[in-house]
């Protein structure tokens, strides 16, 4: 099994999505390779680093000039040979290095070639191939390539031409372009050119400048043909004053908050309007969508609006009223601007990059020997000892089960992915995605979507696709089972009037405004288990109180699968006493909610099997999960709990098992 540790930083989205390409398009081509992407300042660092990030991406919004006078700073020889002087950082590595002898190391953040020349620096040969990817372009600052690597990946020729002019030798560098998700290798079909009654599609990416978005946008829908996109991120409030200023022009405007689907969003418009971030600029070449730039922040910034200007794929503007002359200029004479900047952009995109890249790692990892004790990459004291037990058999085991998770779709803090990764690296073996879906009939369902608390209508269809795609690499990456779940919120003004319904093992989305016996109706069409959501008074921590179910169990109990005996860490006695069918989950919203409780089912590990014991309540019982000491690389502050030893609680309780 080869082991390729990824190292990347959370100052801007381009470090994080690159990394996180590239891993999945090693996973993509070889299907027994373990990578890791690994935060170390977060790790290292904890709340220190936070304040920091926080800090830049302040002066990135308020004081982008400082920014990039600070940013330059980084050219100064002296300011650079502090970069290896992370002592904290240094040894967190140098013992993950130590520890798990990694086959190769990709590093997506300049420091960290800094940090490794160091630990290496005393005549010590670097027992590993070690390759930079540069997420800046054109304008890259020399802190990138100083430091020692065998091959540093750049995004395009112009930016190889800057690592040649610093001193680089041509055989080290690589233009594979920039690694975005290979979701943008797979285009389904070309997209229809803005011309006869063709809809031109603009997608309008608000990140900073919110205040005069509003203008800009009306500017753009006077342009005839236009059909616009926006997305607001996570602001409810902006979304919400959008969808108002709009409302005349609805059946041809689209108010989108956070989405997990930039890629097929780009790949299904025209134009994309937005900042010059790494990331965003580099999607818009891979899905070859024009990009008109908005603002540039000075410094890493600057090059990437250079990158659309010297290669003539869209326009870069100064003020927000000018967005609109742009858009009407690229649509007309038959949209012959728009023409040559696709033209130009088929010629520059690279939307496999992160394939051919971790083609080249991989290939790299041929030519490592590693040491014979080295163990896989975090792997966990947990996941060892499951698996111990579980045997390698295909038949019934004991299985370890959480089917009450909350992304980022909702009020989770996670994004699926993170989901999917979290509970993979501590040994779950079947997890069900369960974010919440809003009653719109009910005054506070609206309150709640409109406040991002709840999916969005508009979310469903990509809610269902990216857990599927989660799915698929979960079984392959960790051999864990994901479920797509919606717990239905029908919230009224007291505790007895609300209540709270998980559907389990989805397989299309369900309208959360049919009565609830019609839901339930719904989830047993669909082969799902109907749950009732923490039914009963919660006593050990705050929450909403949902007993509607609970005070009329005479109607639902003969209809609902199970009732969560257990949420968080609250025990509902009440369940066993009436011996209610059961589980118990974790209805985890932040990482620190892992610390709960959770199911136990002996069956064999596919989905129907755990529903059909859930169903008959039987080999099923609950535990209390302890996993003190996170995986190596995951700091305590990460998980605000405490760190110590491993280990896992046997069932506490079982009932007809």
Wanted: charged share 25%; with cysteine; aromatic share 8%.
């Amino acid at each position: 099994m080869k082991k390729i540790l990824i190292l990347t930083a959370g100052f801007g989205d381009g470090h994080n999505a690159a990394s996180r390409s590239l891993r999945e398009g090693i996973e993509m081509l070889d299907e027994d390779a373990r990578a890791e992407v690994l935060d170390l300042f977060a790790d290292s660092y904890g709340l220190f680093n936070t304040l920091v990030k926080k800090t830049y991406l302040g002066m990135v919004a308020h004081t982008p000039k400082l920014w990039g006078g600070i940013y330059s700073l980084l050219e100064n020889p002296f300011v650079e040979k502090q970069l290896g002087g992370f002592t904290r950082l240094q040894e967190t590595l140098e013992k993950i290095l130590g520890q798990t002898q990694p086959d190769c190391v990709v590093s997506t953040y300049p420091v960290y070639g800094h940090v490794i020349k160091k630990i290496y620096a005393s005549h010590r040969e670097r027992p590993f191939p070690f390759i930079t990817v540069i997420t800046d372009s054109i304008t890259i600052n020399t802190s990138w390539f100083r430091a020692p690597a065998d091959f540093f990946c750049v995004p395009n020729e112009a930016s190889a031409d800057v690592l040649r002019a610093g001193g680089v030798p041509d055989k080290k560098i690589k233009a594979l372009g920039f690694p975005v998700s290979p979701v943008f290798a797979n285009a389904a079909r070309e997209l229809p050119a803005p011309v006869g009654e063709e809809p031109r599609r603009v997608l309008y990416i608000i990140n900073t400048g919110k205040k005069k978005a509003g203008k800009a946008i009306d500017r753009i829908l006077e342009v005839d043909g236009v059909h616009l996109t926006i997305t607001a991120g996570r602001d409810p409030e902006l979304r919400a004053r959008l969808i108002e200023r709009t409302r005349e022009f609805s059946e041809r405007v689209t108010v989108l908050g956070w989405t997990n689907q930039m890629p097929e969003l780009m790949m299904s418009h025209h134009l994309v309007i937005g900042k010059a971030g790494g990331a965003t600029v580099q999607e818009a070449i891979a899905a070859r969508c024009p990009m008109i730039i908005n603002q540039v922040i000075p410094g890493q910034e600057e090059g990437n609006a250079a990158l659309i200007e010297k290669y003539n794929l869209g326009a870069v503007v100064e003020k927000n009223k000018e967005v609109a002359e742009a858009v009407e200029l690229a649509f007309e004479k038959k949209a012959a601007l728009w023409m040559e900047w696709r033209k130009q952009l088929k010629k520059v995109s690279h939307p496999d990059a992160a394939l051919k890249i971790a083609g080249l790692v991989l290939e790299q990892c041929e030519s490592h020997c590693p040491r014979p004790d080295a163990i896989p990459l975090f792997e966990t004291a947990p996941a060892r000892v499951m698996r111990a037990a579980a045997g390698n058999g295909g038949g019934a085991q004991m299985l370890l089960c959480d089917f009450h998770i909350h992304s980022n779709y909702s009020d989770g803090k996670l994004p699926v992915p993170d989901l999917v990764d979290f509970y993979g690296e501590r040994g779950f073996d079947c997890i069900c995605i369960t974010d919440h879906l809003a009653d719109p009939k009910r005054l506070l369902g609206k309150l709640s979507e409109l406040a991002n608390l709840t999916l969005g209508q508009e979310q469903l269809a990509e809610y269902f696709a990216v857990i599927e795609r989660e799915r698929r690499r979960a079984w392959r990456r960790y051999k864990m089972l994901v479920m797509t779940g919606i717990e239905f919120n029908k919230d009224g003004y007291t505790r007895k009037t609300s209540a709270h319904l998980l559907g389990v093992d989805l397989k299309s989305p369900i309208a959360a405004s049919l009565e609830i016996t019609q839901i339930i109706g719904q989830i047993h069409a669909q082969g799902g288990l109907a749950i009732a959501s923490h039914p009963h008074l919660m006593k050990s921590e705050w929450g909403k109180n949902t007993l509607y179910l609970w005070e009329n169990q005479e109607q639902y109990a003969p209809l609902l699968d199970a009732w969560e005996i257990a949420n968080r860490n609250n025990i509902f006695n009440d369940i066993g006493l009436k011996r209610l069918p059961f589980v118990a989950n974790s209805d985890f919203h932040k990482p620190k909610h892992i610390y709960s409780w959770k199911t136990l089912i002996h069956a064999e590990k596919d989905p129907e099997a755990i529903k059909d014991c859930i169903r008959r309540n039987e080999h099923v019982a609950i535990t209390l999960y302890r996993d003190f000491g996170a995986p190596a690389g995951m700091a305590p502050a990460a998980l605000d709990a405490p760190a110590g030893h491993f280990f896992r609680e046997r069932p506490l309780q079982a009932i007809n098992g």
